[in-house]
């Protein structure tokens, strides 16, 4: 006798009477809620009985405990009024028969939010949740059956067997309901929580708050639970839900609604974006809610980022009938943000405020609209240390400069480390998010605050870095899969990435050095996720089995091994033994590999013999080009694209590990050649003011400061002047008057204008020094450039963009010139060539102010779409035939000829759809074409700036495309 459910729960074994077979047994407590009884009766043999009898029969029957536990919890809840106004007090009274304590859970929820999901309340209510029986819970293999088989098809088994074996009959059996009469399991000790309120004195409303009240923990014993909150700005209908669980472990559910509602209203007409230059038009819908004829006075006002020659104001009284409503809106000009390269404002704000009144009643209502730049900085960078008493760096001044402005940055210091201004204002601003990138832009975050509490003087601002950290420690659950590791989007098994989890591991190691709190629960799940793979590491990138026997891993395996131990060493989860098994792996090391592997050694011990062999694997890779000191490999192969590599990554690595070797052993490692492998990092950034790639700004500026640390700085004392000399006149400009360097001063920094006068002209920038001091220059060069067909829109892939209207039961594709109107439905259409097999591939299509995506996934979206439909339109496309046979990633994933495997990551698996931008990204891309599409609806007339489509690898973003720059006209 088995009891099953999700398993066998129970097993015993009895002999039947064959004159009364009947089965009897106590139903436990686990038995609930339901069980399946599964019986395999088999019949004594004796001795020189014929063996062609029937041997067993099998049985079973499904049963349902009739458990007072699944008995719901009669739960009402009652709002004190059924209509309130915004900023009223709502009273809820929750009434739960029950005779033990309860503990309820209460949102009061904005139901237009409710509605975007396809679920009902019943979604929320635990009575809705009870297990059930699966059909076959438990297979019976059964080794009788497995015999059985084998002895009939012997050559001692006859036809005659095998008739008599298949015709046995079922074993019968005759079941009743039963009662579980057990007691009840104690409820854990109920904690109290507090709930928050908030509440605003503005008489101007803000749409902003979609939670009117949330406490996951009232507690309630004879009397009923009473409430008190104050609603927000929302005019609308809320939803009350209430979750009920008992301490005899009874669970139920109430809901109830009430509305808060003005009999004057207000409902702004905006776009959800602009972009500078935009022309719009902004207003309000206006409802006479009450049930009589008014007047009302409309006064419509908008201020912050607008062109000079903009009317933003509106004041007009309007007559309203009864239940009327109508809208009034103003035209507008979106202004363009203030220049200022070294903190440039990527996005600003229009404040649009609509008033409505009478004597009676009145509504205000704030709505703020982003502007977001249409121009992108140009910057370009040259460093060096001064070379004498005067050192002249060329200089060309372009002649085309947006808006005739442009700007020279200019830095000496007596230190060794980079100016790493660029490296933070291209993470601070850097616009895509995947868990990598959280974690790049935590641990630049994490420098910048430590260089400003040495006293460092940082060239761009940035207000958010100890937010971001928290931030990130946050989230970090919400980027974990259930096995431990990380991923970089959804966080399933399946997604979790070993390199991945090792760089997280890291970074939790530093923040923790630092002293903040690493969630330890997130951080030992990791931990063992690392040792676990460690320890059965014959798997690739994926999880997925190697096709190796032996235990020499691949070169890519190894590696993503060396990075495991280097993240436990810094946790401290690391031992002298874990390190000497993997020697064996040494051999299949790159670069990369080698210097993790010689930081791990390092921390655990750095007295290791094992120390010398893995310094020995690197020099190996040493050599002298032109006088200077190099390392270099044989091309590593395209596979280890997955773990991000970089050659400039695998170089900081090294001068990491180098650093950290001649500070921690008697190791002789000249200076001079750490000194020059500091300057290979430096000048790896290739007169940019980072370097190229988020994971090679973390490793580079790590090693920086961990070799400016080990050197120290120059305290000699030196005296510099800055002149810009025309090379035409010969004029010159003063830039830096008489700066002084000493122990206490190391780094100074100014910034130049470049007038209108000055374009189009070259010259030299002049440093004249006194002293014998080394010093460092950097002079980065800005402007800002705007999108336009003469910009390089191809490199490495061929992006295009083309939208198409539909109007009622009509397509068309627009053309440049030709117009949209306000309701009509707009198919994106993104066409992507790609040329080559790529890694972490994003494709970015920013969204024009007029339109608004549409998400299907959303249960208030009208699926006015199918196949077919699509189908008819695509032939009229000017790139039809180019990507025909293009693989589709559509809008609505349940189209019939879209088939998405979830195994298959060699595509776009992610897609993010928001007001501004829509992005797919994928982890790998098999060269080919594409088709991407999404949806949209026009909200709003105007004419709204496109820019273009943007695709790029992400770890290599040399590689590009861009589509061609775009115009959208909405007519009113």
Not at 46 to 70: C, I, M, P, Q, Y
Not at 548 to 562: D, F, K, P
Not at 822 to 845: A, E, P, Q, W
């Amino acid at each position: 006798m088995t009891i099953e459910r999700a398993g066998i729960v129970d097993q015993w074994i009895t002999e039947l009477d064959l004159r009364n077979p009947v089965i009897e047994f106590s139903v436990a407590e686990t038995y609930a809620p339901q069980f399946k009884l599964s019986v395999i009766a088999i019949a004594r043999l004796d001795a020189g009985e014929r063996k062609d009898t029937r041997l067993h029969r099998f049985a079973s029957a499904k049963f349902n405990v009739e458990d007072s536990r699944a008995i719901p919890l009669k739960v009402i809840v009652l709002s004190d009024r059924s209509s309130y106004g915004p900023h009223d007090t709502v009273k809820l009274t929750i009434n739960g028969e029950s005779t033990t304590p309860v503990e309820y859970a209460v949102t009061v929820i904005d139901e237009a939010l409710m509605d975007l999901s396809q679920a009902s309340e019943k979604y929320y209510d635990p009575t809705q949740k009870h297990w059930t029986v699966r059909t076959d819970p438990v297979p019976t293999f059964g080794l009788i059956h497995l015999l059985n088989n084998s002895w009939l098809r012997s050559s001692y088994g006859s036809r005659l067997r095998r008739e008599m074996y298949s015709s046995i009959s079922p074993l019968q059996l005759s079941m009743t309901s039963v009662v579980n009469t057990g007691s009840r399991l104690p409820a854990p000790a109920l904690g109290e929580r507090k709930s928050f309120q908030q509440t605003t004195d503005s008489k101007t409303r803000r749409v902003n708050k979609f939670i009117a009240y949330w406490n996951p923990s009232v507690i309630a014993t004879d009397e009923p639970a009473e409430l008190e909150f104050v609603l927000p700005d929302n005019l609308t209908s809320w939803k009350v839900v209430v979750m009920a669980a008992s301490t005899d472990d009874r669970f139920g559910f109430a809901s109830t609604t009430f509305n808060s509602v003005k009999d004057t209203e207000i409902r702004t007409v905006s776009p959800n974006v602009v972009t500078e230059g935009d022309t719009f038009h902004v207003g309000a819908s206006i409802y006479n809610r009450a049930n009589r004829e008014r007047n009302l006075l409309v006064e419509l006002s908008a201020d912050g980022l607008l062109a000079d020659t903009v009317n933003s104001e509106f004041r007009e009284r309007i007559r309203f009938d009864p239940q009327e409503r109508k809208v009034v809106t103003i035209p507008l000009v979106a202004g363009e943000l203030p220049v200022d390269f070294q903190n440039l404002q990527q996005t600003g704000e229009i404040r649009f405020v609509a008033r409505v009144r009478d004597r009676h009643d009145h509504d205000a209502l704030d709505v703020r609209i982003p502007v977001r730049t249409s121009r992108f900085p140009v910057s370009s960078v040259v460093y060096g240390a001064l070379t004498g008493d005067l050192t002249s760096i060329p200089l060309e001044v372009p002649e085309k400069l947006v808006d005739q402005t442009g700007e020279l940055n200019l830095s000496l210091t007596t230190e060794e480390k980079v100016n790493f201004d660029g490296v933070f204002q291209y993470v601070r601003d850097y616009p895509y998010f995947c868990w990598e990138q959280h974690l790049t832009k935590a641990v630049l975050a994490l420098h910048y605050l430590r260089l400003e509490a040495e006293g460092d003087k940082h060239g761009v601002e940035w207000h958010e870095a100890q937010e971001i950290i928290g931030q990130l420690l946050a989230a970090a659950v919400d980027h974990q899969a259930p096995n431990g590791g990380m991923a970089f989007f959804a966080s399933r098994d399946d997604a979790a990435r070993p390199y991945l989890s090792a760089y997280t591991a890291i970074v939790f190691a530093w923040l923790a050095e630092a002293g903040y709190d690493v969630p330890r629960k997130v951080s030992e799940k990791l931990i063992g996720y690392l040792k676990e793979y460690l320890a059965s590491d014959l798997t690739d990138e994926y999880g997925w089995p190697s096709e190796q026997n032996s235990t020499v891993l691949s070169g890519y395996q190894a590696t993503i091994g060396s990075l495991l131990l280097h993240a436990l060493s810094i946790s401290g989860e690391l031992e002298v033994a874990e390190l000497d098994v993997y020697s064996e792996q040494i051999h299949q090391l790159h670069l990369f590999g080698l210097s993790h592997y010689l930081l791990a050694a390092l921390r655990v011990d750095p007295t290791l013999p094992l120390i010398d062999k893995i310094f020995t694997r690197i020099m190996n890779h040493r050599s002298l080009v032109d006088g200077a000191v190099e390392f270099r490999e044989k091309a590593v192969p395209l596979a280890y694209v997955r773990m991000l590599h970089s050659d400039t990554r695998s170089l900081c690595s090294v001068l990491e590990a180098l650093t950290l070797m001649s500070e921690k052993t008697t190791q002789d490692i000249d200076i001079g050649e750490l000194k020059e492998l500091a300057n290979a990092v430096r000048y790896a950034r290739d007169n940019q003011p980072r370097w190229m790639s988020t994971q090679d700004n973390v490793f580079c500026t790590n090693a920086m400061l961990a070799y400016s640390d080990f050197v120290g700085s120059n305290f000699d004392e030196i005296f510099a002047t800055v002149d810009f000399r025309r090379q035409d006149t010969g004029q010159t400009t003063r830039i830096a008057d008489a700066w002084q360097f000493n122990a206490e001063t190391t780094k100074l920094q100014t910034r130049f204008s470049l007038q209108p006068q000055l374009l189009g002209t070259n010259g030299t920038i002049d440093i004249a020094r006194q002293g014998n001091g080394t010093a460092f220059y950097n002079v980065k060069l800005s402007y800002l450039s705007k999108t336009d067909n003469d910009l390089n829109r191809f490199s490495g892939f061929e992006i295009h963009r083309e939208y198409v209207v539909l109007r009622g039961q009509e397509t068309s594709i627009l053309s440049p010139g030709d117009s949209a109107e306000r309701g009509d439905i707009i198919y994106v259409n993104l066409y992507l060539n790609n040329k080559s097999d790529r890694f972490f591939v994003m494709v970015d299509d920013t969204v024009p102010g007029g339109i608004e995506p549409v998400n299907f996934a959303l249960g208030t979206e009208s699926r006015f779409m199918d196949s077919q439909d699509v189908d008819d339109i695509l032939p009229s496309s000017k790139f039809y035939e180019d990507f025909r046979l293009a693989r589709r990633v559509w809008a609505d994933y349940t189209i019939s000829n879209v088939i998405w495997d979830l195994y298959d990551i060699r595509g776009f698996r992610h897609r993010e759809l928001g007001l501004q931008n829509v992005r797919y990204f994928a982890e790998e891309l098999e060269r080919g074409k594409y088709h991407l599409q999404w949806i949209g609806q026009v909200i709003t007339p105007g004419e709204f700036t496109v820019i273009p489509t943007h695709v790029e690898e992400m770890y290599r973003p040399v590689m590009f495309g861009k589509s061609e720059p775009w115009t959208l006209i909405v007519e009113p």
